[in-house]
């Protein structure tokens, strides 16, 4: 049976983008995004709850996915898929989505006069710390289709290996007290191939977490009936991080164990709650979940130039964040329900087509 829970935390990560990407304009850790005014504490507590489990918990979603996906595809269709929905699109998105993001920032940080199709030489030559904030090259948001490609390929052979062999965990025998300090293996996965503050390490431990333990049900009961001691851990966790930052305490061993125990509790605690309140399916999550792809995919590229013009245009800072934040989503939506009617741009961003009405 379909885990609608599943589709709907992915839903919930995804619609986090917009608020999220909004506060970064305003951030207050000197961060050079693609377009910044000065910075605001308000969105920034958001972003501090959000940023250490967001991320993680979708490739921990990506792991019980392909699990559930593995169960009636062969390896080879796997890859094929693997290769539609997420390289394809990737490889698209820097030609095609990308680019804009890398010119915005170019104009507004640097003064840039030069042409659009002038700057693609700039992109596609200036290759500094990736973030794309100083006009040079990036992937942007479509990190996340690089490293879910990267790691889908690297888990293949493991995980198909796993499924055919019929030797599976118990998860009958896994108890919360088992769990709790699995935190220390995304702690030690997080050093290997950090890019860009992005670890590939800790991204394939995530995804491996969900593929073995968070794909079976019994474990997931076990989540589900620890819920609220889970949601607890988790605000520990959260208000530790705020004490830290507050004193200034970012950087260190103890800092890099607590952000990983919010990460964990984070990851936990929501499938959890997922579990509990969100096994459902309407007309709504129905859709929201064939748009779910298509508006992460889109949404930073609109964000950025829409959040261009309405800062040169727009002086009140919660009138702003509004007509971004939800500007956004509005073109995205369209964005979306427009491309997915026109097969050529349906298969390039990985999106399912819709045949019109004949």
Known sequence: MRKYFVDNLRIICILLLFP???CMIYNNWGELFYIT??????????VGIVYPWWMNLLFTIAGMSSYYALQKRTAKEYIRERVEKLLIPL?????IVVPVQSYIADIYHNGYTGGYFEHYGIFFSKITDLSGGDGGFTPAHLWFLLYLFIISMLMLPIMDKYIKSGKKIDGSRIRLLQLLPMFL??????????IGGKSVGES??????GFFLFSDERVQDTLEKNRILLAIL???????????QVNGYMSGLLWDIEQRMVTWFGIMALLAAGKRYLDFSNAATKYL????????YFHQSILVVLGYFVLKNVK??????LLIMIGSFILTVICYEIFRRIRPAAILFGIKYKKGKR
């Open 20 to 22: 999220f990407h909004t």
């Open 37 to 46: 005014v000065r910075p605001y504490n308000l969105p920034n507590y958001f």
């Open 91 to 95: 490889l698209a998105g820097l030609i």
């Open 185 to 194: 293996l995304i702690l030690i996965c997080a050093p290997i191939l950090e």
């Open 204 to 209: 394939l431990a995530c995804f491996a977490i």
């Open 234 to 244: 988790f605000l520990l966790a959260l208000a530790g991080r705020h004490i830290m």
């Open 289 to 296: 979940s064939g748009a779910a792809f298509p508006l992460y």
């Open 316 to 321: 009140i800072v919660w009138l702003q964040f």
